[in-house]
């Protein structure tokens, strides 16, 4: 009789967080901290709406720095 070898089950296994959505985190980021996470190219928004996430963004953490390639 043959019998198939178990895998191994490493004992972090359970301290692995389990799958979340992303759109949750954020609402509830938004509802209890009043921490806002927005990607300025989300479809939801306007483009005047875009615009101004753009420019808040470059006025807290300033331009993204050009690489040059020499």
Request: net charge negative.
């Amino acid at each position: 009789m043959r019998t198939t070898k178990q895998p191994y089950r490493s004992p972090l296994a359970r301290l692995q967080p389990l799958s979340s959505d992303i759109e949750v985190i954020k609402r509830d980021g938004w509802q209890d901290e009043h921490i806002l996470v927005v990607c300025e190219t989300d479809q939801r928004l306007s483009e005047f709406e875009r615009e101004c996430i753009r420019r808040i963004g470059n006025r807290l953490y300033g331009l993204k720095p050009e690489v040059c390639d020499e």
